[in-house]
């Protein structure tokens, strides 16, 4: 069949960075080339035996395997008692529903809210899916600058009246994925005050609260005042569990969305496979010290790639927060997706482009922390040993200079 008998909607549809790296990638391991695969956030660590167990004995159940239709009452109880204990934030069970991950949630939540024509807005450089939940919804998708000289924070008083007349609902996320940066304080007061104003709904993917590397511990949209009137936050267990592949994740915040959103799904899926919600309770109410390490570790992780980055010539900052860094990409190169496929040609290191995410994002890439220490190292000698960076490496520029002198 030609295009003509599929919807303009598919046919837009390119082929993504990710499935051209993974290409790039297959050819160099035909080769016979190792590679060091940092483009994709899928968490090495495993998940919590008693969540594995919870999953485990739910299996058992033949019961477990019809429709669930709904959320088990303990599920969002579950809910309730991680708000609470995690962010310091009372919520209701009609406040509470599950979706299968917070991509598919993205991806059906515009519905609610748009007719065509109708805008949102969404972050540049942002994550891929928050710019396909206005394709899904047929609504007009426009852009929020955000900017390393302003913090990654949006410039609110910036965005047109024509749009914000037009805007039905925002979609912002810290940690922010790509650029690795947190949010203040103060950023969520005025968003709040500025989603009132203009009769904008909020949409907060908080997908990386629970890996952060400041003295602030991440936070949750929902305990800033107000931020039940204007929208809801999307709570996923992905990251913070290392449950990826189960798809659960939460929708919690302002009542009528969430019962309108709760009958939306109601025609298009059977709710979450019940073992899925009894793993997804012992997760929520079991102990959590895990989460602790991992995060940890991932600080580990983050030190020593940019510090050993930064000590062989690339100057890359420490990332703020999420599982990923966010750099410039050395002079020299005609773009992002230049560097990313000579690097890798060159050194078998997968780097994710930053024009993936939006033009903004052109001149730098994202890096994944989801290999160990001693992998870095490793990834860090066979960098060095490239010369890649040889000409920027202040550190060996400074060396050559002592010995020079002596």
């Not at 540049?124 to 852009?143: H, T």
């Not at 203040?184 to 968003?191: A, G, H, Q, S, T």
């Not at 990251?239 to 915040?253: D, E, P, Q």
């Amino acid at each position: 069949m030609d295009d003509s008998h599929f919807s303009t909607v598919i046919n837009d549809f390119k082929q993504g960075i990710f499935g051209v790296l993974n290409e790039k990638k297959e050819e160099l391991e035909r080769k016979g080339r190792k590679v060091f695969n940092l483009s994709v956030g899928t968490p090495d660590f495993k998940p919590a035996p008693h969540v594995m167990k919870a999953m485990t004995e739910a299996c058992k159940d033949p019961e477990n395997y019809k429709y669930s239709l709904s959320d088990l009452p303990e599920l969002l109880e579950a809910v309730q008692y991680r708000y609470k204990k995690r962010f310091g934030v009372d919520v209701e069970t009609d406040e509470i529903m599950s979706v299968y991950g917070s991509q598919e949630a993205m991806a059906h939540i515009g519905m609610i809210f748009c007719d065509p024509g109708d805008v949102i807005l969404v972050p540049n450089p942002g994550y891929l899916m928050f710019e396909m939940s206005g394709i899904m919804a047929k609504a007009d998708v426009r852009y929020y600058t955000i900017e390393e000289k302003n913090g990654y924070l949006p410039d609110l008083e910036s965005i047109s009246p024509d749009t914000l007349e037009k805007t039905k609902y925002m979609i912002v996320s810290y940690p922010l994925n790509p650029v690795c940066v947190c949010a203040p304080d103060d950023f969520y007061e005025r968003l709040i005050a500025f989603a009132k104003r203009h009769d904008i709904v909020i949409l907060h993917d908080n997908a990386y609260s629970d890996i952060t590397f400041t003295e602030r511990e991440g936070k949750s949209f929902l305990a800033y005042d107000g931020a039940k009137d204007v929208g809801v936050e999307l709570h996923s267990l992905s990251k913070s569990y290392n449950l990826t592949g189960a798809r659960i994740s939460f929708a919690v915040g302002n009542k009528d969305i969430i019962r309108k959103f709760r009958l939306l799904r109601s025609q298009i899926d059977y709710g979450i496979f019940y073992p899925v919600q009894y793993a997804a309770i012992a997760a929520l109410t079991g102990p959590d010290d895990f989460i602790e390490e991992q995060r940890r570790e991932y600080a580990e992780r983050n030190r020593a790639l940019c510090g050993g980055l930064r000590r062989i010539g690339w100057d890359v900052p420490d990332s703020r927060g999420t599982m990923f860094v966010w750099a410039r990409i050395p002079e020299g190169y005609d773009s992002s997706v230049d560097f990313c496929m000579k690097l890798m040609e060159k050194t078998g290191v997968i780097l994710t482009p930053g024009s993936a995410f939006g033009s903004n994002g052109e001149g730098y890439v994202r890096m994944a922390l989801v290999v160990s220490v001693e992998m870095i190292g490793e990834i860090l000698d066979v960098l060095d040993k490239s010369g890649i960076f040889s000409g920027n490496n202040i550190y060996r520029r400074r060396k050559d200079e002592k010995n020079s002198k002596v």
